[in-house]
């Protein structure tokens, strides 16, 4: 059975769509989404966005943060940064690492900034292969 499912950022509505499943990144991992579902909210992570649509093809996103809702066989997915799988450069995303690595982290702040500079990257470099 398939569902609606819109994808949302400040900029732009990417998507507004029938699709059969969706992978979201939430807050404590990769949660998937079906038709049928009983009514959810849910805080985003870093982590990709997978989306499935009826004729068997595959969208891979890259995403950072936000909320989804699933609620009357309609997915929300509204968030800050979504940049297509084709966009991410996973040479870039290798040097974010690298930076992210190398930053001396001295306060409690600048070690969760640099854990999640990392995590971003990491999930970049991931969503590159794809």
């Keep these: 059975m398939a569902f609606k499912c819109i994808v949302i950022t400040p900029e732009q509505q990417l998507l507004s769509q029938e699709i059969m ?3 979201i990144p939430a807050h404590d991992g990769l ?3 079906l038709a049928g579902r009983a009514p959810i909210m ?3 992570g870093i982590g ?5 649509f009826l004729d068997g093809k595959k969208k891979h ?4 943060g936000g909320l989804a809702q699933m609620k009357q066989d309609t997915l929300t ?3 800050p940064s979504a940049t297509a799988a084709s966009e ?3 040479q870039k995303a290798a040097e974010e690492y690298a930076a992210a690595v190398a930053k001396k982290a001295t306060t409690p702040k600048d070690q969760e900034e640099r854990d999640k500079a990392m995590q971003r990257a ?3 470099q991931a969503i590159a292969g794809k």
């Design 88 to 90: 991410v450069d996973a």
């Design 21 to 23: 499943q969706a992978i």
């Design 77 to 79: 997915i509204l968030t």
């Design 61 to 64: 996103y890259f995403i950072d």
């Design 122 to 124: 990491r999930a970049k």
């Design 42 to 44: 849910v805080k985003l």
């Design 31 to 33: 949660m998937g989404i």
């Design 48 to 52: 990709p966005l997978r989306i499935d």
